[in-house]
């Protein structure tokens, strides 16, 4: 089978096709012949080594969280699923490789893609979508009515923390780019500020949700209430110095149950998820290009 895969750290040059046999199931586990993988900015920075010290990679390495496709054939043990099924997942964390033509996953994972759903759409919720859900319900845990920023808002993280808050009936200030601003209110917001251009003049948060990182999220921190506290998502660290609160870095888990529900949620029309390109397998260095500028306007997609 074709995979992506990497020999060495650095940019996104050094990732390269290659074959691999095809995985036999084992007990328990399920091959998906893959359609679709995301490609998230934590593949790109596991590319460039920035976690090597805590989930070193082992070359060569396939990367990929997050896959899409048809079930292909079922391990010794398995129910419940038929070869041909429309399925998604959200790979081990520190097995991952999405980046290729079949994957093994345990059957435990495995959630059934919405008939409303394609590929990429499906593929595009696991990884972001369980991060933000994960931000609000299982850390922050706000109250209706209490003021909440979410940074990045309209992005794969932000819109679903943004989908998780507006459920809970929070006052939700939203930060983001100017032009994302009407993406922010039909998202939820009740308010908007534009991030790095504007200040906050209001009461201030109990809770920080942060996708970005940065100077100017630190400078929105110290709006911060003095029992409130700060969650972030983004590797661009946030300076404490002045903080009511050390801002906690939040490391999603897999969920196959609220995978099943916000793919329900996406497949009603609850939560639009933007697919901002697809591009074929041996097009992953120009995905990685494209994550790494930013600014896309919804999720990069390898196609298969």
């Not at 520190?94 to 990429?120: H, K, N, S, T």
């Not at 507006?166 to 998202?187: F, K, P, S, T, Y």
Request: charged share 20%; proline share 8%.
């Amino acid at each position: 089978m074709r995979v992506v895969e990497c020999n060495e750290y650095g940019g996104p040059e050094v990732l390269h096709l290659a074959e691999r046999p095809i995985p036999a199931t084992t007990p328990g586990t399920i091959r998906i012949r893959v359609h679709a993988a995301a490609v998230n900015p934590a593949d790109t920075k596991l590319r460039q080594g920035m976690f090597d010290s805590v989930a070193p990679l082992n070359f060569p390495q396939i990367l990929g969280y997050d896959v899409a496709g048809i079930i292909d054939d079922l391990g010794p043990g398995v129910t419940g699923f038929s070869p041909g099924a429309r399925v998604f997942a959200m790979l081990d964390m520190l097995q991952r490789g999405a980046y290729a033509e079949y994957v093994l996953v345990p059957a435990a994972e495995i959630v059934p893609i919405p008939d409303a759903l394609d590929f990429a759409t499906a593929v595009a919720i696991p990884t972001g979508g369980l991060t933000g859900v994960q931000m609000i319900e299982e850390y922050a845990k706000p109250q209706a009515n209490d003021i909440v920023l979410i940074t990045g808002a309209t992005g794969s993280v932000g819109r679903f923390a943004m989908y998780a808050a507006h459920r809970r009936g929070v006052h939700i200030v939203a930060a983001v780019r100017e032009n994302q601003l009407d993406e922010a209110r039909a998202l939820g917001a009740t308010e908007t500020l534009i991030l790095g251009a504007e200040g906050w003049s209001g009461a201030d948060f109990k809770y920080v949700i942060d996708t970005v990182g940065g100077r100017a999220v630190a400078d929105l921190c110290r709006h911060l209430r003095p029992d409130g506290a700060i969650f972030t998502a983004a590797t661009t660290p946030i300076d404490p110095q002045d903080l009511t609160s050390t801002p906690v870095f939040v490391v999603v888990h897999n969920d196959p149950a609220k995978l099943r529900e916000l793919s329900a949620a996406v497949a009603a029309g609850l939560l639009p998820v933007p697919i901002a390109q697809s591009l074929p397998l041996d097009q992953a260095p120009a995905a990685h290009r494209l994550v790494e500028q930013g600014g896309n306007g919804g999720k990069i997609v390898l196609a298969l």
